[in-house]
């Protein structure tokens, strides 16, 4: 492999950094209305087909998304292409940088133990991203048969949980600022505004539907009272 400079493996970076943000986002708005399903029924039972929609959008993106992000191909900038990509080019790594005085220090840790505690967590989370594959193999980009006749099959044999999935996005979000943090001494957020705004914003969502949804019911009960009150 060509050696690669430190401005490519920040764009590198930078660009996983993207795709981890926005299947964070995916995945907290979608447990987000799995969260408030109960609390706002009656709002979103109004529009079953839509939410139906969303649930099923969000789902499939999802594990698309996340499958693409642990993908293990030379020719995809994965997680799995990005650690090899840093483990062939360690020389543009540095093991000190300089305080507010200009001296020198070492870092608190080093590009080896990066690599080395990443390696770890590729062999802890690959139980998890076998079954992500499987199950894309299978449900969310082709129509396997076994799935056809079976709905359940390729699930109960290969199953993921959001837990799991939550999981391997805080993985990736942690390696990549690592390798950031050991090249700019900064961090980038894995979230949009706050970990909680897609959540946030669901739920609002869903507060000012069902409050609509209430004020129409009282414009037509006021509607119905005037026209059996006429004289």
């Known amino acids: 492999m060509s050696s690669v400079d430190r401005d490519a493996i920040l764009a590198y970076a930078h660009t996983l950094m993207g795709h981890i943000r926005i299947t964070y986002a995916y995945l907290n708005t979608y447990k987000s209305l799995c969260d408030n399903g109960a609390k706002y029924r009656d709002a979103m039972n109004q529009m079953p087909l839509f939410f139906t929609m969303i649930y099923r959008s969000l789902a499939h993106t999802i594990m698309i998304d996340m499958c693409k992000l642990f993908e293990d191909d030379k020719q995809v900038l994965g997680i799995k292409k990005f650690y090899s990509i840093c483990e062939q080019n360690q020389k543009v790594f540095s093991n000190t940088r300089q305080d507010e005085n200009g001296e020198g220090t070492e870092i608190p840790y080093s590009i080896a133990n990066v690599l080395a505690l990443a390696e770890k967590d590729f062999v802890r989370n690959s139980k998890a991203i076998e079954n992500l594959k499987a199950q894309r193999d299978t449900i969310w980009a082709h129509s396997d048969k076994r799935f056809v006749l079976n709905p359940n099959k390729v699930e109960n044999d290969f199953p993921v949980a959001w837990d799991e999935i939550e999981q391997l996005l805080k993985f990736a979000s942690d390696f990549v600022n690592s390798i950031i943090m050991g090249l700019t001494n900064s961090i980038e957020s894995p979230f ?23 004020t129409q019911e009282m414009t037509n009960g006021q509607v119905q009272m005037k026209s059996v009150c006429r004289p």
Do not use: Y
């Not at 949009?192 to 669901?202: K, Q, R």
């Open 192 to 214: 949009f505004n706050t970990p909680t705004a897609c959540s946030e914003n669901v739920e609002h969502l869903l507060s000012l539907l069902e409050s609509g949804i209430q």
